[in-house]
């Protein structure tokens, strides 16, 4: 097993190969695909896109083939599962389906639940740049709709940044299930309340609201068990 000293601490580099490609491919696309950054800069992303995709998938080789053991069965059921996927990016021309299943095969060994906390600390923070570069003039405010406005804050359309607290909210809880504090709650109810003001998501409504009480409801009759 391969180790990365960064100061005083020791990292599994398979870990850390793993967490830095999914966090920088996560931000980049976030950045190039969902947001107004590409208005400002006066410039279609989509070629800087093409570029992070296969530097990801370069990565997620390089995890799979140097720093991962698969069985013999392990190694079948990733030759279909990798042949489906490519099948499905030679018929619709999209790559994300390819990187995501890369991901899943690369994600053996890993400690998903360290991983997780990264994505949501990294998920937080962009999600708050990309509203107060909104807020303050950066970043275009998107205003769409016909009978009533929507702001998007930052975001190409208003569902982006409906999806951007759910991933936010979802990844908060999963992370801090057993010890959810004030403070989590308040940034629960600032990012519900900035779509209920500005984008009005009603996907995301429903999905934080459902996530919310299913959180109270397990704590309450399934206690641990959940």
Same mark, same amino acid.
């Given at each position: 097993?391969?180790?990365?000293?960064?100061?005083?601490?020791?990292?599994?580099?398979?870990?850390?190969?793993?967490?830095?490609?999914?966090?920088?491919?996560?931000?980049?696309?976030?950045?190039?695909?969902?947001?107004?950054?590409?208005?400002?800069?006066?410039?279609?992303?989509?070629?800087?896109?093409?570029?992070?995709?296969? /530097?990801?998938?370069? !990565?997620?080789?390089?995890?799979?083939?140097?720093?991962?053991?698969?069985?013999?069965?392990? /190694?079948?059921?990733?030759?279909?599962?990798?042949?489906?996927?490519?099948?499905?990016?030679?018929?619709?021309?999209?790559?994300?389906?390819?990187?995501?299943?890369?991901?899943?095969?690369?994600?053996?060994?890993?400690?998903?639940?360290?991983?997780?906390?990264?994505?949501?600390?990294?998920?937080?923070?962009?999600?708050?740049?990309?509203? !107060?570069?909104?807020?303050?003039?950066?970043?275009?405010?998107?205003?769409?709709?016909?009978?009533?406005?929507?702001?998007?804050?930052?975001?190409?359309?208003?569902?982006?940044?409906?999806?951007?607290?759910?991933?936010?909210?979802?990844?908060?809880?999963?992370?801090?299930?057993?010890?959810?504090?004030?403070?989590?709650?308040?940034?629960?109810?600032?990012?519900?309340?900035?779509?209920?003001?500005?984008?009005?998501?009603?996907?995301?409504?429903?999905?934080?609201?459902?996530?919310?009480?299913?959180? !109270?409801?397990?704590?309450?009759?399934?206690?641990?068990?959940?």
């Amino acid at each position: 097993m391969i180790y990365i000293k960064l100061g005083r601490s020791k990292w599994e580099a398979s870990q850390v190969v793993f967490d830095t490609t999914l966090l920088i491919w996560t931000i980049l696309t976030i950045l190039f695909n969902y947001t107004t950054l590409g208005i400002v800069l006066g410039r279609d992303l989509t070629m800087l896109l093409y570029y992070v995709n296969r /530097i990801a998938l370069i !990565f997620l080789l390089i995890k799979v083939l140097f720093m991962t053991k698969y069985c013999s069965n392990e /190694i079948i059921a990733i030759l279909v599962i990798l042949g489906g996927a490519v099948m499905t990016y030679l018929q619709s021309g999209s790559i994300v389906m390819l990187i995501l299943t890369a991901f899943i095969v690369a994600s053996k060994d890993v400690k998903i639940d360290t991983t997780f906390q990264k994505m949501y600390k990294a998920n937080l923070v962009l999600l708050c740049l990309i509203v !107060f570069c909104s807020l303050i003039g950066i970043l275009p405010n998107k205003v769409t709709g016909v009978t009533s406005s929507r702001a998007c804050l930052g975001f190409m359309h208003p569902n982006n940044y409906g999806a951007m607290i759910i991933s936010v909210i979802l990844l908060m809880l999963y992370c801090n299930w057993e010890n959810m504090k004030l403070r989590h709650w308040i940034i629960i109810i600032g990012l519900f309340g900035m779509d209920v003001m500005f984008p009005k998501s009603k996907t995301a409504y429903y999905v934080v609201a459902f996530a919310v009480l299913l959180y !109270f409801a397990s704590r309450e009759f399934f206690g641990e068990y959940i």
